[in-house]
């Protein structure tokens, strides 16, 4: 199975911009099972979280309305190579997922 989050880095002028995907289901507890006709449990991530070099710089709640394996874009100023992004979340069953990555050297920066 692959990792439940992917990122992404992008230079945007003097700004980087993270690309954060998360793979998962996002049943927001009331659709059926085509089969079964059962209501398919709630299964949906609650909070995102963004540090950069251990400094939280985003803390936020999340719903059931999102889509499956949402995707979320941020630009952050200040960000140089060798800096360290961590992204953590949490879901509706008490799950965490985090992954990280360290900023490149851009090449034209």
Request: glycine share 6%.
């Amino acid at each position: 199975m692959s990792e439940p989050i992917t990122l992404s880095l992008q230079p945007k002028n003097e700004l980087v911009e993270i690309v954060v995907q998360v793979l998962h289901p996002m049943e927001a507890g009331e659709a059926l099972h085509p089969k079964t006709q059962k209501v398919i449990p709630a299964d949906f991530l609650q909070t995102i979280a963004i540090q950069l070099n251990e400094k939280t710089l985003l803390e936020g709640q999340t719903g059931s309305v999102l889509a499956k394996d949402p995707v979320f874009r941020f630009l952050f100023k200040g960000v140089k190579a060798g800096d360290k992004f961590l992204v953590s979340c949490t879901d509706s069953k008490g799950r965490r997922f985090e992954q990280g990555v360290v900023v490149p050297v851009f090449k034209n920066q």
